[in-house]
């Protein structure tokens, strides 16, 4: 095998630790992005000197047919989609057809340039939803309760039909929660991380959340991109499920955000309706089994050490900007 890869979303969280991680293993790396009229490549600024961009759009197929062939890559790893959940309530048609069908577009593309390229899709947990067993595993049933998690199990499958029907390398990643410093500030951990740090420094009153309650499995974005990484270099393509096996509340998460600033979360937080989903999913723990054995993957960052690391970017980030 080659070391060319192409990113999609690679000015995301998880676009730019796979960036350093491939670089890290000498990879010649590619990124699609979409045209903006201001930058939005900062958390790529570091290493933008080692990676070749290329404009697309995941809703525009000549785009990514000439990504593609300017990129002549080994393995794609297909993590660009809108992303944010309770976005997608709004915006249910664009996030089909950016999440879903972006997908199968990045797929054709790839058929009918190389299908011998290596293909691996980014699942989310989101695809479980209300899924009855305690911890979701490959062999799980789905069932999404946001038009995200829809669009995600629609190119998930879609993953599946390529690899069956064109015998593609095509791999399905089912990614857990995954945080760090990066993460968007629309996101809930990075809302409470980047709110305990603000309010310590006397910049913010208070923080409005909606479920305390809701429990997620989280991780830490640089331990996962390790897991994308491994899921192509197998001889076989498979499908895993990525995660800790723990979970934690937002209630936790706050609880540690506030203590790594000497502060009392209860002092600060207000409930408020307004940010309860529609749909609400109450609990989400992943069965990582199959990729700890096949793999040989584990994570090694814990809740606590993510959450208090956030904080302290954030906090570095206000105090510089002042």
């Not at 946001?146 to 998690?149: A, M, W």
């Not at 209860?266 to 937080?269: H, L």
């Given at each position: 095998?080659?070391?060319?890869?192409l990113?999609?979303?690679?000015?995301g969280q998880?676009?730019?630790y796979?960036?350093?991680?491939?670089?890290?293993?000498n990879?010649?790396?590619?990124?699609?992005?979409?045209?903006t009229?201001?930058s939005?490549e900062?958390?790529?600024?570091h290493?933008?000197d080692?990676?070749?961009?290329?404009?697309?759009?995941l809703t525009?197929?000549?785009?990514?047919?000439r990504?593609i062939?300017t990129?002549?890559?080994?393995?794609?790893?297909?993590?660009?989609a809108?992303?944010?959940v309770p976005e997608?309530f709004?915006q249910p048609?664009?996030?089909a057809?950016?999440?879903?069908?972006?997908?199968t577009?990045?797929?054709e593309?790839?058929r009918?340039?190389?299908p011998?390229?290596?293909f691996?899709?980014?699942g989310?947990?989101?695809?479980?939803?209300?899924?009855?067993d305690?911890?979701q595993?490959i062999d799980?049933?789905?069932y999404?309760r946001?038009?995200?998690?829809v669009s995600?199990?629609y190119?998930?499958?879609m993953t599946i039909?390529?690899?069956?029907?064109?015998?593609?390398?095509?791999?399905?990643?089912?990614l857990?929660?995954?945080?760090?410093?990066?993460?968007?500030?629309?996101?809930v951990t990075r809302k409470?991380?980047?709110?305990?740090?603000?309010?310590?420094?006397?910049k913010?009153d208070?923080?409005?959340l909606?479920n305390?309650?809701a429990k997620?499995?989280w991780?830490?974005?640089?331990?996962?991109?390790k897991?994308?990484?491994?899921?192509?270099?197998?001889?076989d393509?498979?499908?895993?499920?990525?995660?800790?096996?723990?979970?934690h509340t937002?209630?936790?998460?706050a609880?540690?955000?506030?203590?790594?600033?000497?502060l009392?979360w209860?002092?600060?937080?207000t409930i408020?309706?307004?940010?309860?989903?529609?749909t609400?999913v109450?609990?989400?723990?992943?069965?990582?089994?199959?990729?700890?054995?096949?793999?040989?993957?584990?994570?090694?960052?814990?809740?606590?050490?993510?959450i208090r690391e956030m904080?302290q970017?954030?906090l570095a980030d206000?105090?510089?900007?002042e």
């Open positions: 095998m080659g070391n060319r890869a990113i999609t979303g690679i000015t998880d676009g730019s796979l960036a350093e991680h491939l670089l890290n293993e990879y010649e790396v590619y990124g699609l992005a979409r045209w009229s201001t939005n900062d958390r790529i600024e290493v933008s080692n990676i070749h961009i290329i404009t697309g759009d525009d197929q000549t785009s990514l047919d990504a062939e990129a002549d890559p080994d393995e794609v790893y297909h993590l660009g809108l992303s944010f997608s709004t048609i664009t996030t057809d950016v999440t879903g069908l972006g997908t577009r990045m797929l593309a790839i009918r340039y190389n011998d390229i290596r691996y899709q980014a989310t947990s989101e695809m479980f939803g209300n899924a009855p305690e911890r595993s799980t049933r789905f999404p946001s038009p995200y998690g995600k199990l190119a998930y499958w039909n390529y690899r069956e029907a064109h015998d593609m390398y095509a791999t399905n990643g089912i857990f929660n995954h945080e760090s410093p990066r993460r968007g500030k629309q996101f409470i991380t980047r709110a305990a740090a603000r309010i310590a420094l006397d913010q208070e923080l409005r909606g305390l309650d997620r499995d991780g830490h974005a640089r331990d996962y991109v897991a994308m990484h491994l899921m192509l270099q197998q001889d393509p498979d499908d895993y499920v990525v995660g800790t096996g723990e979970h937002v209630r936790e998460c609880r540690i955000a506030f203590d790594e600033v000497g009392d209860q002092e600060f937080v408020d309706e307004k940010y309860f989903r529609a609400e109450d609990a989400l723990k992943a069965d990582p089994s199959r990729a700890k054995q096949k793999l040989k993957w584990e994570p090694k960052i814990s809740f606590e050490e993510m904080v970017k954030d206000l105090q510089s900007n």
